[in-house]
């Protein structure tokens, strides 16, 4: 028998890149990987001469001086002599306050429309159908417009609620009265507040964090107790039931906070020509939030029609058999199996909203877009800068919603044995 020693392993030659599979992938790689930066060097090189023919430098020292304009919504402290930075800021926390409520609420109006597109009732099923039809099929801007049109145009001004026979009625147990210029909610007050923590001009209640430790130590309780149950089944076949020790674990300890901090809604009243003592939301975040809300919730309720039918028939007809219900089966055995056709295509439609909040711009809406790519821009005349950051801002926030969505659906995908 003839060996051949070193045949496995041949003495390496330059020709090996190319026509050997080992080498080959790596060398690809590093073509592409020179091109794209030689290409962003061209780019980088060309944008700075540009800027430096128009007289321009690239800098980012703008950002820490006064800004100059206010904004209507904010989350924190802000005034016209703040600085373009904490504009920004103010910017990007309205960005994701309706981004974050347009994502639960479409996500909640979604899957109520893709479940009521399968009943048998036919009318209901025909008219949820007409819903996602007419709502993704039309523009987002168009329905941003329309809603503030009929915002507007249709809604009472503020002293239209005025006097013995008002011509317009606060909704919801007279808590909420939507205006031609902003919506009135209650706001929330305490009768035994607890202080806060000053961290400069903001301020973070003890209240709010007595209300987050006890529902984090009861979301961990309750993983222990499904643990435990889950180990008890395992054992005996049976499961026993924890469900009102985990409705327990949650509402005991927050209707406790709830007495002891006093807490309790204070509707908005008239004065004057306004509404006071509760909280004035701008139309301009209703509209863009109820519109990003109808138009979203149309592509996710397709979504959610769609694993529904991707889930085998016979796992609905053995649930049937064995005695469950049409509502328990559908949340008991269809959706958790329909969650990993449904969360992958839903991480898009997340990210669709929050890049479609940038067309807050058209009603006003003071959001990232409004304050660092519009009002700072227009002002410091620094295009290239804010448009940098702009970019960069969107794409943090992408990856970041892409990330977490990736871990729930790691953690919900079928696990093989």
Known sequence: MVTYTGADNPPFRLSMLIYDRRYRSLTLQAIVFILVMLAASWLIDNTLRNLSAMGKTLSFDFLFRRA??????????YNSDDTHLR????????????????????TILGVIVGVLR???????????TIYVEVFRNIPLLLWILVCLAIFTEVMPPPNA?????????????DMIAPTNRYTAIPSIGMTNPPG???????GISWALIAYVVVIAAAWIGWRLLRRRAQRVQDQTGKRPRTWWISL????VPVLFLTWYFGLHLIPPVLRGFNFADG???????????????LYTGAFIAEI???????????????????????RRTMSLVVLPQALRVIVPPLISQYLNLTKNSSLAIAVGYMDLRGTLGGTTLNQTGREMEAMVLMMGIYLALSLIISAGMNIFNSRVKLKER
């Open 161 to 173: 609620y005025r006097g013995e026979n008002p011509a317009a009625e606060m909704i919801l147990f």
């Open 118 to 128: 399968l009943s048998s009732n036919w009318l209901i099923a025909r008219l949820m």
């Open 279 to 293: 909280i004035n939301l701008d139309n301009a975040f209703v509209v863009l939030w109820l519109a990003l809300t």
């Open 68 to 77: 100059g304009y206010d904004i209507p919504q904010q989350l924190i402290p």
């Open 248 to 251: 327990a674990m949650f509402a």
């Open 87 to 106: 504009a920004t800021v103010i910017g990007l926390l309205n960005t994701l306050l309706v981004s974050i409520l347009g994502c639960i609420a479409a």
């Open 196 to 202: 806060t923590i000053s961290l400069g001009r903001e």
């Open 304 to 326: 959610v029609r769609a694993g529904i039918l991707a889930v085998s028939r016979g796992q609905t007809e053995a649930a049937f058999a064995l005695g469950l219900r049409p």
